[in-house]
């Protein structure tokens, strides 16, 4: 029998190993839109903690498997979609229509020696090309990561996976 008590909301990411038996609780949102690989060979990957009830305001994103140092900042849209490489980067882009960009005080991150960023998100105040927005129950949110990254000494950047959240 095992127990996860980490004062985590439902639907939080959860990962134990018990004498090589893996056992992961989903995490929350979903997935989508293949990252390309960055520098480091690997390809970075979106996360997302906290709850999806849009009243509780309590979000916050990850973005993990960046080359540590590198700078990034989250992206925000109600639209998936797929762009290849738009201006020039190694990436796709996952999001479409009025894309919102999280890059106020504090907002552009420096990846951590794991190569990790975080940022705890104000579902009343989204980012839109307009303005800001707030995110009601019954809609789905499509979050992303745009980081530098460089292919052979040459600076460029890449994107994420994409990472849908539907809020109740």
Avoid: H, K
């Avoid at 985590?8 to 995490?27: E, R, W, Y």
């Avoid at 009830?53 to 140092?69: D, F, Q, V, W």
């Amino acid at each position: 029998q095992f127990a996860v008590v980490n004062g985590a909301n439902s639907g939080s990411l959860a990962d134990f190993l018990v004498d090589d038996v893996s056992v992961t609780i989903p995490g929350l949102g979903v997935n989508f839109c293949a990252a390309n690989a960055n520098s480091l060979g690997v390809a970075a990957s979106m996360a997302a903690q906290g709850s999806s009830l849009a009243a509780e305001n309590n979000l916050t994103l990850a973005a993990n498997g960046l080359a540590a140092g590198s700078f990034g900042f989250f992206l925000a849209s109600e639209l998936t979609g797929f762009t290849a490489n738009p201006g020039g980067s190694q990436g796709n882009l996952c999001l479409a229509g009025s894309i919102g960009r999280y890059v106020g005080p504090g907002q552009i991150q420096q990846a951590d020696s794991g190569g990790g960023i975080t940022l705890m998100l104000d579902l009343l105040a989204v980012p839109q090309p307009t303005g800001f927005v707030a995110v009601a129950a019954g809609e789905a949110w499509s979050f992303q990561a745009w980081y530098r990254d460089s292919i052979a000494g040459q600076a460029t950047s890449n994107f994420t996976d994409g990472l849908t959240v539907t809020f109740q």
